[in-house]
């Protein structure tokens, strides 16, 4: 069972108006938001889940989402965006689509995607989910230095950031727990988990202790359950493990994960990003 999030069924939710598309002339359009904004540009988050709603809102598509890849090729400016929307290819089980964002010529950033029809077999789960404080009762993180943070609510487990706490220099480690939820309750589905997977600080602002220059240049999220179980879990809040494995020459890497509170892996990311430093 797939459940496609078309215009009729976006509500007010702040996400889904942040994430909402329309349809005017033949043109399928977005808009950024205010809300969700990061330093320079909207929030990288947003910006995957439009994409992928647009995707997902294609009266040819079929499936639930498998695979997101999204590219980040140039600052999203404040406004309207065109989204170009593509089947690449339809097989028995699967699609693969294409969708690029422009404002005028230029194309700001680009995805693909795996959509899937899942069908029951053989499951086996080898990860488990680590032994953490309960979201009711960890502390919620108030800092907020950019406007699409306080769309969420963080709370860390382990190994919060420590900005402005450089002491004597020494480097902290990239690894993070945490517990995420929107800031105004939503279920989840694939729209929201596609930007959860980016609602991790910069790993280097978690080693170096300061905000520097950053931004995500690909991200691939990897889906690993489907609408109908998503609608049977009812859940809102997700566990976030964030690591990373190398700073060098400008880029750096970004892995993590997304757990439900019960012990289902829900999805996996993968970045590559550039920072200065």
Sequence with gaps: MSIALDAKTQTDDPFDLATRITTRDGRTIGHTSDAYWAFVGPFGGTTAATMLRAMMDHPKREG??????????????????????????????????SVELTQGEDVAAFAT???????????????????????GDAKPYREAAANWVRQYQFRFVDRG??????????????????????????RLDAISLASMGDAFFGRIFHV?????????????????????????????????????????KSYGDQIAELWTPDGKLLATTQQVTYFKA
Aim: hydrophobic letters at 40%; a neutral charge.
């Design 64 to 97: 639930d989402p498998l695979a997101l890849t999204v590219n980040y090729c140039a600052p999203i400016a404040k406004g309207p965006f065109d989204l170009n929307v593509r089947l690449i290819k339809p097989n028995r089980s699967s699609q693969h689509w």
């Design 113 to 135: 995607a795996v959509f899937a029809v899942r069908r029951p077999s053989w499951s086996h789960q080898p990860k488990t989910m680590p032994q953490v404080t309960p979201f």
């Design 161 to 186: 950031p420590q900005i402005g706490e450089s002491g004597d220099g020494a480097l902290a480690s990239a690894h993070t727990k945490l517990w995420i939820r929107d800031a105004v309750p939503r």
């Design 208 to 248: 170096r202790k300061e905000i520097v220059p950053f931004g995500t240049v690909s991200m691939t999220t990897y889906f690993h359950t489907d609408a109908e179980e998503l609608a049977a879990m009812s859940a809102d809040t997700v566990l976030g493990v964030a690591d990373a494995s190398v700073f060098h």
